[in-house]
């Protein structure tokens, strides 16, 4: 049997690692597009910026001979288009591979915004390794870097650029920093944090152009028609599915790979894991990509095993964002923005740096949001995922929301009885 995965991050890793263990026999091509000697985790990157790692400490494997000794080929090369009907892929530089079975774990690319000026130097994303590189040459003290976007990419590497000495600005299109992952109590509270520490922040507003400035500079011009020099420009407005090459496979798409309860895709044989696969979701009950770590480990491992003919379904991903934002941690679960016809319950903080809010469905627990409160990160995720039905405890919950690790105690005694 031969297998090719395409992308090289924790699903594809774990998808190779697991089909060797299913199929000792079988062929295992692992194909990664960029020129790293070695699969790494792109969360590492805001650590080696920190400089809290070196650069091994991003690899996801530290010894050297692992994919050699397990069997398993890397592969450097970019997947130009996938012939589902011949079952084989070729490659931007001409090279064909054909397979038996085939996974999709291509990740997700930062959006580039459609404004000029993109081009210039010192105009980096933070999402690989090169980025990190380009970046650790280029912030010194007093370096002034503009970040482009408010969202999670943007947060997280607040603190190592802070560390590096960098003077920071960021400028958000929305009305507050992280909508997409954070109530706007949440929000407040991360956003006062992170002025307290020395960065200014912008909401509701764009960049609409880059320009060179004097000695290297670069001048942000923004929607409201102010001016910023700025030494580096950080782009960090969003990211999305790497599907592009899919568009002439017959592989059904929508903002990402549309996949069942196995992953497998529309077409037979080919399976997607990951940032790419759109896969079913248990707060929602639809489909969605759920762009997390955990999520990619769990989902190609399930591909994988379902790739060499053993059978197991994926039940389901749910929405879980931790954001780590200079010691102030945050987090939100499931359908964090609330269920239509639902109730919940809100506590703020302000002075302590807690917050948390919980989402109710008739008496499930159907989202979470929490800042400051890192002891109930496993709690709210566990409650959320199993659908918990709370009874009398989503009262005594509406009444105290603090009270939810006795709610979760209470219906895992429940449970085992």
């Not at 943007?154 to 997409?180: E, F, H, N, Y």
């Not at 197991?312 to 879980?320: E, K, L, N, P, S």
Request: aromatic share 6%; glycine share 12%.
């Amino acid at each position: 049997m031969d297998y090719v995965i395409i992308g090289n991050g924790p699903a594809g890793v774990i998808a190779a690692e697991t089909l060797r263990k299913a199929d000792p026999a079988g062929s295992i091509t692992l194909i990664g597009a960029e020129a790293e000697a070695t699969p790494y985790s792109r969360m590492a990157i805001p650590y080696l910026v920190a400089g809290n790692i070196p650069l091994e400490g991003t690899y996801l494997r530290k010894d050297g001979e692992h994919y050699h000794r397990l069997g398993i080929e890397l592969l450097q090369g970019r997947v130009a288009a996938v012939d589902a009907a011949a079952k084989s892929l070729r490659l931007e530089d001409g090279r064909q591979l054909s397979y038996d079975k085939l996974l999709i774990a291509t990740g997700s690319s930062p959006a580039q915004p459609p404004i000029p000026g993109m081009d210039l130097p010192n105009v980096h994303a933070c999402w690989t390794l090169e980025d990190a590189r380009r970046i650790i040459a280029s912030v010194k003290p007093g370096t002034r870097v503009l970040q482009m976007g408010a969202g999670f990419v943007s947060c997280i590497v607040i603190d190592p650029l802070r560390k590096r000495g960098a003077q920071l600005t960021i400028i958000g299109s929305g009305d507050r920093m992280v909508p997409r992952m954070m109530t706007p109590g949440a929000s407040k509270l991360i956003q006062k944090w992170v002025e307290r520490n020395g960065v200014k922040v912008y909401n509701n507003l764009r960049v609409n152009s880059l320009q060179a400035g004097p000695n290297g500079a670069i001048i942000a011009v923004l929607s409201s028609g102010e001016q910023v020099e700025t030494d580096l420009v950080i782009n960090a407005t969003g990211v999305k599915a790497n599907i592009g090459f899919l568009a002439s496979s017959g592989i059904a798409t929508e903002y990402g790979v549309l996949v069942d309860e196995t992953l497998r895709s529309s077409q037979p044989d080919i399976y997607a894991a990951g940032d790419v696969a759109q896969a079913k979701d248990i707060a929602t009950g639809g489909q969605t990509v759920n762009a997390i770590q955990p999520n990619a480990v769990d989902q190609g491992r399930i591909a994988a095993l379902n790739m060499a003919g053993k059978p197991v379904t994926f039940q389901g991903g749910i929405a879980m964002n931790v954001l780590d934002v200079g010691g102030l941690v945050s987090a939100s679960f499931g359908r964090w923005w609330g269920a239509d016809g639902g109730e919940h319950v809100e506590l703020m903080d302000e002075d302590g740096w807690r917050y948390l809010r919980l989402e109710f469905k008739d008496d499930v627990m159907v989202g979470a949001t929490a800042v400051g409160l890192t002891q109930h990160v496993g709690v709210l995720r566990g409650l959320i995922q199993a659908q918990v039905a709370l009874g009398e405890w989503k009262q005594h919950l509406l009444r105290d929301p603090t009270r939810i690790m006795e709610a979760y105690l209470a219906k895992a005694q429940a449970a085992a009885m």
